[in-house]
C-alpha cells in the first residue's frame, strides 16, 4: 500500500491522518504538530493553497485552520 501525506490532498480533500513522522526522538516539529492535534483518527480536509506556488497549505481539523509549509505537511501521514 502507497504511502500517502498530507502534502499530497487535493484541494477540498478529507482525509484522516494516519500518523506523524518523527525525525529523532525529541523532534520539536512532531511534537507541535501533535499538540495542534494532528492525532492519529483525526479528520483533516485541505482548505487552500498560498499564493506562491502550494506553500503554504491551509488545512482544518474540525473547526480549526491551520497554516502548514510544505515541509510540515510532509510529515503528516493520511488514509482516505
Known sequence: METKFLSGMKLGQLATIKNVIQHSADDS????LRNLGFVEGEEVKLVSYGPI????LLVQIGFTRFALRSSEAMRVEIQH
Open 53 to 56: 506556488g502550494q506553500d503554504p
Open 29 to 32: 516539529i512532531a511534537r507541535r
